[in-house]
């Protein structure tokens, strides 16, 4: 996910000839004036990036991954979870990101507004593009912690595996990288576990 430039900004103006604020100083308002086109944009402490629409692969993997979640929660009713593109505020943080998956338990549906969500996930999933992988394993890896998400899971469609990992404190520790063969294991959703040659095809 590469980040716009202001001369890349300045061509999204709209005809009432909106300026697009310098990188650092994006808010939520600004990232709504935004067009909506094949893009996908998010804005991290002022900062907007920008990525294409993800492959068929990232799509196929999310879509595998929420069918066995939605069959996990159908039993053990305990939240809900929510799939990209959807508006993600972490306060002071992200205004918005957008992860390609995320649970919310019961207790905290509050945080699901009209049009976005405003608040803290107790799990995100993020699935890397071979564009630019550091966006997911860096910066938003470090937001997620900081905001206090308690369970981070990075899946690698190339190299079919799922790394999972677990807030200790304010810092994410791992919890373990799984191959195509292994069966995937969460504090978050308790029992859940899933092959992770299921979600991550040949």
């Known amino acids: 996910m590469a980040v716009k430039t202001i001369a890349q900004q300045s061509t999204k103006a709209s005809p009432a000839r909106y300026w697009p604020p310098s990188q650092g100083k994006w808010t939520y308002d600004d990232y709504a004036r935004l067009p ?101 394993r860096n910066t938003k890896f470090k937001i997620y912690a900081r905001a206090g998400v308690q369970e981070y899971w990075i899946i690698d469609p190339d190299a079919r595996t799922v790394e999972i990992n677990v807030l200790r404190g304010q810092a994410y520790a791992s919890a373990g990288v799984f191959g195509p063969d292994d069966q995937t294991s969460s504090e978050t959703l308790v029992d859940f576990s899933v092959l992770v040659s299921d979600i991550c095809p040949a």
């Open 36 to 136: 909506d086109n094949d893009m996908r944009y998010e804005v991290i402490e002022g900062e907007l990036y920008m990525s294409p629409a993800p492959r068929p692969k990232h799509q196929e993997v999310i879509a595998l991954l929420y069918g066995y979640l939605w069959e996990y929660l159908k039993d053990k009713p305990i939240g809900k979870v929510f799939f990209s593109p959807i508006d993600l505020i972490l306060p002071d943080l992200a205004t918005p990101v957008q992860p390609d998956l995320l649970f919310i338990p019961n207790e905290r549906l509050d945080i699901v507004q009209e049009n976005f969500i405003e608040g803290v996930p107790d799990l995100i999933v993020e699935v890397l593009s071979p564009s630019n992988p550091s966006h997911d």
